[in-house]
């Protein structure tokens, strides 16, 4: 199993501000993930990030409000750009196990935009 | 229509109950199946996971699958105050990309 590391683990910002979350993981992968989990809601996939490429974005998620960086092969950042109370949420880092099928996850980030 | 359709309770039970956690789905395509255990501040956890149809046990939980009426259920037997958590199915289809569709998730209380 991998181990993942995720910070910070909760924010509070003020409107039109930017947080960025980072994702360490013990052991080289080849993607990570990011997710967001609002309450009541599924989780949601935003992107699929692989080193040495562009991120790939899911439907309803552009680059210029959730930019990703994936330096190496065990680390990403997230960031949530000119938040809005709409952006309240948990986020979520995520990698595939061994089998593919099989997800491993950070503890999230609990963030409140005021 | 959502993909995956999961009462997200709340789900009080007595210690000791036998829990049944369920989820309906939409796309025929789902073969893979997965209940994830999250508590509270934490990550999911992957907890059971089918491949197909059928049942398969692990200790004191059971994952059944029922392709046929595209239903999938998750038992508690002998329910802990430690299982307490919320718990979440999730799918991959075998087609159009390896992508996990999560349910909202149903919370589960077990009162000592």
Do not use: H
Not at chain 1, 29 to 45: A, D, E, I, K, N
């Amino acid at each position: 199993s991998a181990v993942i590391s995720q910070k910070p683990s909760r924010d509070i910002c003020q409107r039109g501000t930017s947080l960025t979350i980072q994702c360490q993981v013990d052991s080289q992968v080849t993607m990570m993930f990011w997710y967001r989990q609002q309450p009541g809601q599924s989780l949601t996939l935003i992107a699929t990030a692989n080193q040495g490429s562009e991120a790939t974005y899911e439907s309803g998620f552009v680059i210029d409000k959730f930019p990703i960086s994936r330096p190496n092969l065990t680390f990403s950042t997230l960031t949530v750009s000119n938040m809005s109370p709409e952006d309240s949420s948990i986020y979520l880092c995520s990698v595939e196990g061994p089998q593919r099928e099989k997800l491993f996850f950070g503890s999230g980030t609990q963030l409140s935009v005021l | 229509q959502k993909e995956v359709e999961q009462d997200p309770g709340p789900l009080s039970v007595p210690e000791g109950a036998i829990v049944s956690l369920n989820c309906t789905y939409s796309n025929s395509a789902f073969q893979y199946f997965m209940w994830y255990r999250q508590y509270s501040r934490k990550g999911p956890e992957l907890l059971m996971y089918t491949y197909s149809s059928g049942n398969k046990e692990d200790g004191r939980f059971t994952a059944q699958v029922d392709k046929s009426s595209k239903y999938i259920s998750l038992f508690i037997r002998d329910s802990q105050p430690s299982d307490s958590a919320t718990y979440l199915c999730a799918m991959i289809p075998n087609t159009g990309g390896f992508k996990t569709i999560f349910g909202a998730g149903t919370r589960l209380f077990v009162k000592a």
